[in-house]
């Protein structure tokens, strides 16, 4: 039986793990190696690492920093940030991590999705999608490029079903309008999403309080929630979060 799983996100930047308000205002929060493997020990079910700087200073993802990473944790890390090729992927796998994420790189080059998943298998690639509110696109969502700071006219829900035909093995969308605001992710954004696709999804940006991560779940039907403020600055446990949501009758693993 699936369950659904709590991913503690890094954000990282020059190496050090930070949190921001709709992706600026960053906040140092400390050393991601040390966070992660407290989220490890602590009942995470997998993390995720964001080098968030490195495809706006267009460089690679801060190997130095992953391989810490990995070298701490018990549990599968996806990492994602100035992943662009072939090449960058297989250095990712070859210092042990499990997945990785692209955003701005698979809307330039979408058949890189398709080569990705070809390559590794598609439950290694994820695609990271930033939207925003827009009345540009149909759903009313659309897609942003380049750490948030490029809009590019595409459709988030209409990507979205492009990159399961590509291969994509999961769908990581970030609502640039909730992200750290603490006030819950964007449930409409979410569902659109989760129900135009047969892929998991992984709800993120805005998670504030134990319900929230329950209606990403209920009402967004994400598969997976992915926490980033309410975790650094010990606001809930991960037991706090996997109690709750078992609590509401969710499946998870404790």
Known sequence: ??????????????????????????????????????????GADELVFLDITATVEKRKTLVDA???TVDKISVPLT???????????????????????MNTAAVINPELVREASGKF???????????????????GFEVMINGGKKP??????????????????????TSMDADGTL???????????????????????????????YEAVNDGHADAVLVASIAHFGTYSIRQMKEYLADKGLPVKL
Request: negative net charge.
């Open 1 to 42: 039986m699936n369950y659904i799983k709590i991913i503690p996100c890094l954000d990282v930047k020059d190496g050090r793990l930070v949190k921001g308000v709709n992706f600026v205002d960053l906040a140092d929060v400390g050393d991601p190696a040390d966070n992660a493997e407290a989220y490890s020990k602590a």
């Open 66 to 68: 992953v391989k810490r």
């Open 79 to 101: 990492v994602g940030g100035g992943i662009k090729s072939i090449r960058d992927i297989q250095d990712m796998m070859d210092i042990g991590v499990s997945k990785v994420s």
């Open 152 to 173: 590019t006219g595409i459709d988030a829900v209409e990507w979205a079903k492009k990159v399961e035909e590509l291969g994509a093995g999961a769908i990581l969308p």
């Open 183 to 213: 006030a819950g992710y964007d449930i409409p954004m979410t569902r659109a999403i989760a129900d135009a696709v047969n892929l998991p999804v992984i709800a993120s940006g805005g998670a504030g309080t134990l319900e929230h991560l």
């Open 121 to 139: 298998g598609s439950e290694k690639i994820v695609v990271a999608i930033d939207t925003r509110t827009s009345p540009e696109v149909p759903s």
